[in-house]
């Protein structure tokens, strides 16, 4: 009896000290890009686009970078939600269910889930030369999307596989149709974990650099048409920081600081939405 109550108390310092090492190493990083990336923020910064000797310590911002990381997360949010909402409704049981097919799907999207981003953008990049095409921000587009379809689609499938075959079963015996079931009961129940999910990939995609390396490029102007290419805040940092002029590395702070905000906004957001939309799920 002793063992048992020493292994349980081991192993509870142990998940704490876990907890601690996740916790410590969340608000380090906040912490550390928050003092370097604060102080060399301006509203300059937040609202012009880089001008001539920018790269050299001059005037000029970093707005072209936002807009574009905006533009590209929000495009290729949209785009994987096309895909991704169909089939994680196709995986559940009242369609595909434990089919071989929906088995290879699953697989699919999991190893999807695991390749490297650059690998999404070398394939980008040979689509646009195959096509003719120069990086743009439709080009970004597709490689982020691409990169977010099998988050969105395996987290959308988990939210909506976690709804009480007990609801599904009892709009069946009322008539429903496996749509309208579908359309007026699971989703209704799955909405929380729907819009997390999409907040999820929405967070993965406007961080990403390696996928929009070679498919969006990067420019110092505004994108105007989804033909022209297009900056994003990941890049920005890349390059910045490869400058030798500290001016410009504390811009390359500043602007990993607006990144961690966005990303830090979007995930209070999600748990926001999460529980202002549960009120509507069955508890």
């Not at 097919?101 to 646009?128: E, H, K, Q």
């Not at 999910?197 to 048409?225: E, M, Q």
């Not at 030798?244 to 939405?273: D, G, K």
Request: include cysteine; glycine fraction near 10%.
């Amino acid at each position: 009896m002793k063992w048992r109550l020493l292994e349980e108390k081991v192993f509870r310092a142990l998940m704490i000290l876990c907890l601690g090492a996740v916790i410590a190493g969340l608000a380090l990083i906040v912490a550390v890009i928050t003092a370097k990336g604060a102080r060399s923020l301006s509203w300059e910064m937040l609202t012009q686009v880089p001008k001539g000797g920018y790269y050299l310590g001059k005037s000029g911002g970093i707005l072209n970078a936002i807009v574009g990381s905006l533009a590209l997360a929000f495009g290729a949010t949209a785009l994987a939600c096309v895909f991704a909402f169909p089939v994680c409704l196709y995986l559940q049981r009242d369609y595909a269910g434990r089919s071989r097919l929906a088995s290879f799907v699953r697989t699919s999207l999991d190893l999807l889930w695991g390749v490297p981003s650059i690998v999404y953008g070398a394939f980008g990049f040979t689509v646009l030369l195959y096509m003719g095409m120069r990086a743009s921000l439709l080009g970004g587009i597709i490689a982020l999307a691409l990169v977010e379809l099998p988050i969105m689609a395996r987290a959308m499938e988990e939210a909506v596989r976690m709804v009480p075959q007990a609801l599904k079963e009892a709009s069946y015996a009322m008539g429903g149709t496996h749509w309208e079931t579908m359309r007026k009961v699971v989703l209704r129940q799955a909405l929380p974990g729907i819009l997390t999910a999409i907040l999820l990939a929405f967070g993965r995609g406007i961080g990403d650099a390696a996928s929009v390396l070679f498919t969006a490029g990067y420019t110092d102007n505004l994108p105007r048409s989804l033909l022209d290419p297009v900056a994003s805040l990941p890049l920005a940092v890349f390059f910045q920081l490869g400058t030798p002029f500290p001016e410009v590395q504390s811009r390359a702070h500043a602007c990993a600081f607006i990144l961690l905000v966005i990303v830090l906004v979007v995930s209070v957001l999600s748990r926001l939405l999460g529980s202002r939309v549960s009120k509507y799920s069955l508890r």
